[in-house]
C-alpha cells in the first residue's frame, strides 16, 4: 500500500468513527510512532456517559522512551497550524479535540498531520509497516435513560477495521 491510499483510508474511517472507540496505529513489533483516536465518548465512561462530542486525535512526541524522534522547529509550528499541541510537560503526545461533527477539511488536517508523524519524522517507509488495534467500549446507561427494555451495545474488546488497510494486532 502506498502513504495516499493509507491517509484515503484512514480519512475515511474517522469520517465514519464509531463512537466509544479507540483506535491505536503504530509501527509492527517496536509500539512507535503511534498515531491513536478516540471517539465520541471514549473517554467519558461516568456519570454523564453519552453527553461528549468530542474526539481526540494524537500522535507520539519527542523523545520517547522508545522513539528519540526530535521535531524541527518547522514541524513543530506545522502541527501547530494544524491544531495540534504538546500533551503534558514532558510533551510525550501531541494531540487536538475536535467537536463532532466537524468539517471535512479539519479531518483532513488531521490525517494529514498524523501521516506527517508516521512517515516523515517516523521514517517509516511504507504503511504496510504498520498494524492497529481498536476496541469500542461497552454503552453505559444515562441516569435519564428510561430504554430499560432497550439492550445496550456490549462493546467489543477486538474492534476489526479492514477498510483501514493493514493489518490487525
Same mark, same amino acid.
Given at each position: 500500500?502506498? !502513504?495516499?491510499?493509507? +491517509?484515503?483510508?484512514?480519512?475515511?474511517?474517522?469520517?465514519?468513527?464509531?463512537?466509544?472507540?479507540?483506535?491505536?496505529?503504530?509501527?509492527?513489533?517496536?509500539?512507535?510512532?503511534?498515531?491513536?483516536?478516540?471517539?465520541?465518548?471514549?473517554?467519558?465512561?461516568?456519570?454523564?456517559?453519552?453527553?461528549?462530542?468530542?474526539?481526540?486525535? $494524537?500522535?507520539?512526541?519527542?523523545?520517547?522512551?522508545?522513539?528519540?524522534?526530535?521535531?524541527?522547529?518547522?514541524?513543530?509550528?506545522?502541527?501547530?497550524?494544524? /491544531?495540534?499541541?504538546?500533551?503534558?510537560? $514532558?510533551?510525550?503526545? !501531541?494531540?487536538?479535540?475536535?467537536? !463532532?461533527?466537524?468539517?471535512?477539511?479539519?479531518?483532513? +488536517?488531521?490525517?494529514?498531520?498524523?501521516?506527517?508523524?508516521?512517515?516523515?519524522?517516523?521514517?517509516?517507509?511504507?504503511?504496510?509497516?504498520?498494524?492497529?488495534?481498536? !476496541?469500542?467500549?461497552?454503552?453505559?446507561?444515562? $441516569?435519564?435513560?428510561?430504554?430499560?427494555? +432497550?439492550?445496550?451495545?456490549?462493546?467489543?474488546?477486538?474492534?476489526?477495521?479492514?477498510?483501514? /488497510?493493514?493489518?490487525? $494486532?
Amino acid at each position: 500500500m502506498q !502513504w495516499d491510499e493509507f +491517509e484515503q483510508n484512514l480519512f475515511l474511517k474517522i469520517m465514519s468513527f464509531p463512537v466509544r472507540t479507540i483506535l491505536i496505529i503504530s509501527l509492527v513489533d517496536r509500539g512507535v510512532p503511534f498515531i491513536q483516536f478516540g471517539g465520541i465518548d471514549a473517554f467519558n465512561t461516568g456519570r454523564f456517559a453519552g453527553d461528549d462530542t468530542d474526539m481526540v486525535a $494524537e500522535f507520539s512526541g519527542e523523545n520517547g522512551r522508545k522513539d528519540m524522534a526530535t521535531f524541527t522547529e518547522q514541524q513543530r509550528e506545522e502541527f501547530k497550524s494544524l /491544531g495540534f499541541e504538546p500533551f503534558g510537560e $514532558e510533551a510525550l503526545t !501531541w494531540g487536538r479535540n475536535f467537536t !463532532w461533527p466537524t468539517p471535512t477539511k479539519t479531518i483532513k +488536517e488531521i490525517v494529514r498531520a498524523c501521516v506527517i508523524r508516521l512517515r516523515d519524522i517516523g521514517g517509516i517507509q511504507s504503511p504496510d509497516q504498520l498494524r492497529y488495534k481498536a !476496541w469500542r467500549y461497552s454503552e453505559k446507561p444515562r $441516569e435519564d435513560d428510561d430504554r430499560f427494555c +432497550e439492550e445496550l451495545d456490549p462493546g467489543d474488546d477486538d474492534l476489526q477495521l479492514p477498510e483501514l /488497510g493493514i493489518p490487525h $494486532e
